[in-house]
């Protein structure tokens, strides 16, 4: 027996993706190492008012300010940038500079030198997507051989189109290196030195770039300073 018999199947928008790419991880390592060092004879209260320091390029210094804010409100320290209390328009003597600290109550004063990397970009691999659309058809014949056995021959044609984008990754690191010091203005002694740095790398696309920011660097900056300064008994925990 012979039958014979005829189709058409649409594939509408059949979609292909291919990664090409020597390395397309988009997870990144940060890790930030500090060494501090108290002095032996500790004033009898933890620091609560600061005046905040920050030499490093403009808009690193803005960020690590703004860490030190959030760090300060997050352990319940007032803090103010110096530059707000002791404007560079004006040549204050030491003992001016004691008196005016003095007079608004401040206790503790974080100098910082910051020397950064900036952000370093490498070439990691090329992400390559292809696309594909069309329609096939097909036509055959199906012979009944017996015994719940056919023959089926099939022959057709397929037409279609195709497309393709390759984007370039790139993959992130930044290191910044800092020195610190906490002053008692009363004496003008040091009451905590302190240095470190953050390392960040193996980010890679937009997703990299986030984690090397002048923000993320800073936070990690500050955020180990504070706690160090809390390990040694100088500032109080917050809340």
Known sequence: MLTSWSGKQSAASILGAFLLAAALGLTE???TTIQGYADRNLPSK????????????????????????EEARRRGILVEDALNILPPTRADTDADVRRILAERGVDGVLLMNVADSGVISQYAGTIFNS???????????ATNLGGGMSAVSLSGTSTGSGFGTATPIHQFSRKTDFTARLIEPASGRNLWVGNGEVSTE???GLIGRLTVTDSASASHAISAIFDDLQKKGLIGRGS
């Open 29 to 31: 390592c940060t890790s």
């Open 46 to 69: 933890e620091v609560q008012h600061l005046a905040a320091y920050v030499a490093a390029p403009a808009p690193l210094a803005s960020s690590m300010q703004a860490s030190i804010a």
């Open 131 to 141: 696309y594909y659309s069309g329609t096939a058809s097909l036509n055959g014949t």
């Open 202 to 204: 193996g980010g890679r």
